[in-house]
């Protein structure tokens, strides 16, 4: 029973990360179709953010008020990411739409310059985030421990999802959004700034994975390479999911993240992670547009 | 105009090409003059491997400034020749054949990960060269064209797993990464571990790029180890002890004995998630001999007061005296002499760790072997230490469990 818990705690808690690095993704590549390789950047970027903002507030303000230092730099990782985000749309990406392999080729590019520039400036052994004193260890709940950092995580992307479902489905700015991307001269004839729309979007695509970066900070290292652990499964997450679907995203989130840590409990990693790809390739086998599909006209024409 | 201008840019690049060629040549022939003579450094200064190499870059160069103040080697000041392996075996390969071909240098200190070594031993064995390896690793080689001046097995994995089966360690989990070291490394401790009659109660790989240990974690629980032995490499450390500590464990539930951790990867991975935890070394910062004192000193006075001294950073710095010992007793830079030299057996260095003796037959070195413990300062101290230095064996032909196991290389 203890072990079932455990369990489904931990694939709770794989899934909600997945999908919080995801969850930019939909935007930027399910919503915008872009293929931006340089997504897991992002996330880095926002838990250098994340390590920065400790570091100033070790430095110069007192010591009772360190342990908020986390939420600071939550809202600064976000705005950081969006405003890196914006930049890129403005001075590459817009280039390049409905050049799909050509934003890949670039925006990986871009991906090794972050990595390379984030090495030169902090080295490349990685630095030292300390999770905020009122998230260290864990909730014993009859003998079994439910760790406060994961708790936090889960409440967090289920925050941000429902902030992005409200953005997307019942903002003003939603509507546009969705506008410019399911039709987009028509979008434009209504008066709608296409172009700042898909600025913004990205940059919340991009905030997102800062967020994101924030949360992978509590776990594990944060190096120049931290990105690339994540970028490769939250693709999957969003192809599983149906491109441009928020609630297809949740789901392909759940179904890997669980996938994987049950596989995992009878087999080496190693094997789990094959297992998981290959459960998704037959998936897709059968549902080449992923679980959920959304119809527009920008799909029909196979823009 | 648009003919004009690519005509002129041809040329531009074919002068400079021309140049290029015309400088290297000159290189080339630069092995040495009369006052100095050239050796090849040949680490990753970029990719993921570049934080770790960069140390022992730092320390080789360390002992070449040392040697060169102190007038040399054979009367000939030392040049050294950097190249780039950029954490790829193959690069690797290819730029271990440029220092020996073209730039025609007397030796090559270098690599770090055990890929690295095996992609360029072929070459150093067709050119008959000479390469000083800095690194512990998983044994099972000896090669005539490699010293390896880092512990071999059972200089490091054997007396630890002997130090905790003497602490009264009954049941063991081992946990690595998913490559050549951690699984040579535990099918030694597995044989180790059963011919003393008590319990392996797990083995776990993980992925490299793994971030996520909870599924590690909860076969842990499950399986009650009295001690995990660790070879986990880079940023999964990270991750494993994060996870731990968000459990609540420390080392009182778990005691851990980590083989790729040194004062490095403790900075890295935070000195309080680490506190008590167990490693296993020839050399620590804090080792207590005058010549450490010496090279602590001189190591942070010209890398950084905030820079730290590790195991392989050591060993680097040993390679290049045993080379210049070697070479003085060779009366000469040909490596053929060298080897001979080499060879006698007689070659030693008061090394920081304390005296170390490069042996003949196998081209390891004898050195002390200590276990330590971290403490929350972020360093490690010595808590047991081989009264003499234990000589290398590499294949563990002396181990009749090992023997009887029939341990064998993987390739």
């Keep these: ?303 | 105009m648009k003919k004009g201008l690519i005509k002129k840019i041809a040329v531009a690049a074919a002068a400079l090409c021309f140049t290029m060629t015309i400088s290297s040549c000159g290189k080339a022939a630069g092995t040495g003059d009369e006052e100095s003579v050239t050796v090849g450094l040949l680490h990753s200064l970029t990719g993921s491997m570049a934080i770790s190499e960069k140390a022992v870059s730092d320390a080789e160069k360390l002992a070449i400034e040392e040697i060169n103040t102190a007038g040399g080697v054979l009367g000939k000041q030392i040049k050294f020749i950097e190249e780039d392996g950029a954490s790829d075996p193959s690069t690797f390969a290819t730029k271990a054949e440029k220092l020996i071909d073209q730039d025609k240098v007397v030796t090559v200190f270098g690599c770090w990960t055990s890929s690295s070594r095996k992609a360029v031993k072929p070459v150093f064995e067709d050119y008959n060269a000479l390469l000083w390896y800095p690194v512990q690793y998983e044994g099972m080689e000896a090669s005539e064209n490699i010293v390896y001046a880092g512990a071999a097995p059972n200089q490091q994995i054997v007396p630890a797993v002997e130090y905790l089966i003497e602490q009264g360690y009954k049941k063991f989990f081992l946990m690595g990464s998913d490559y050549v070291f951690p699984r040579t490394a535990n099918m030694i401790i597995e044989a180790q571990v059963k011919a003393a009659g008590l319990e392996v109660v797990g083995v776990e790989y993980a992925d490299m790029e793994q971030t996520d240990f909870a599924a590690i974690i909860s076969k842990i629980e499950a399986a009650q180890p009295d001690v995990i032995l660790n070879t986990l490499n880079g940023s999964g450390n990270v991750s494993f002890f994060k996870q731990m500590s968000e459990k609540n464990y420390t080392s009182e539930d778990y005691m851990t004995m980590s083989f790729s951790i040194a004062e490095e990867e403790v900075t890295a991975i935070g000195p309080a998630l680490l506190t008590n935890h167990l490693v296993s070394w020839n050399y620590y910062q804090t080792t207590d001999t005058a010549k450490n004192k010496d090279f602590v000193a001189a190591y942070k006075a010209k890398f950084g007061e905030n820079r730290v001294t590790s195991d392989p950073a050591e060993a680097a710095y040993i390679n290049v005296y045993l080379w210049k010992a070697a070479v003085e007793k060779a009366g000469s830079f040909d490596v053929d002499k060298v080897i001979e030299a080499i060879e006698s057996g007689e070659i030693s260095f008061d090394a920081p760790e304390g005296m170390v003796t490069l042996n003949g037959d196998n081209h390891h070195l004898a050195k002390p072997v200590r276990i330590g413990e971290i403490r929350a300062d972020g360093l490690i101290y010595e808590i047991k230490s081989t009264p003499a230095p234990v000589e290398p064996d590499p294949y563990l032909t002396t181990y009749d469990w090992a023997v009887a196991a029939g341990i064998q290389p993987l390739e």
């Excluded at chain 1, 994975?209 to 924030?214: D, N, Q, Y």
């Excluded at chain 1, 989130?253 to 669980?258: E, R």
């Excluded at chain 1, 390739?281 to 547009?289: A, D, G, N, V, Y």
Aim: hydrophobic fraction near 50%.
């Design chain 1, 1 to 303: 029973m203890d072990q079932l818990v455990t369990t489904l705690f931990n694939g709770l808690s794989l899934s909600s990360i997945y999908l919080l690095v995801a969850l930019g993704l939909s935007i930027t590549f399910g919503q915008m179709g872009v293929i931006n390789m340089a997504h897991g950047e992002f996330v880095m970027l926002g838990a250098y953010t994340t390590f920065c903002t400790q570091e100033l507030f070790a430095n110069f303000l007192p010591e009772q008020v360190g342990s908020i230092y986390y939420f600071a730099a939550i809202v600064l990782a976000f705005f950081v990411t969006f405003a890196l985000g914006c930049l890129l749309e403005k001075l590459l990406i817009s280039k390049l739409y409905g050049r799909k392999i050509d934003s890949l080729l670039a925006t990986w590019g871009v991906s090794l310059i972050l990595q390379q520039a984030v090495r030169t400036i902090f080295g490349a052994q990685g630095v030292n985030v300390n999770a905020p004193s009122f998230l260290k260890g864990g909730l014993a709940v009859k003998g079994v421990t439910f760790s406060y950092n994961r708790i936090f995580i889960i409440i967090l992307v289920a925050f941000c999802l429902v902030m992005v479902w409200l953005l997307v489905n019942r903002s003003r700015y939603g509507s546009r959004m969705r506008a410019t991307m399911q039709n987009r001269p028509m979008a434009q004839c209504m008066g709608i700034n296409t172009k700042k729309i898909d600025c913004i979007t990205f940059g919340i695509g991009s905030g997102l994975a800062g967020i994101a970066g924030c949360s992978v900070a509590l776990l594990g290292s944060v190096d120049s390479t931290v990105g690339q652990n994540y970028i490769v499964y939250s693709f999957m997450t969003v192809v599983l999911g149906g491109a441009g679907n928020l609630f297809g995203t949740v789901i392909g989130a759940a179904i890997i993240g669980f996938s994987s840590i049950f596989v995992e409990n009878y087999q080496s990693a190693s094997i789990a992670r094959a297992i998981v790809l290959l459960i998704i390739i037959i998936f897709l086998q059968f549902k080449p547009s992923g679980l959920f599909t959304v119809r527009s006209r920008v799909l029909d024409e196979g823009v």
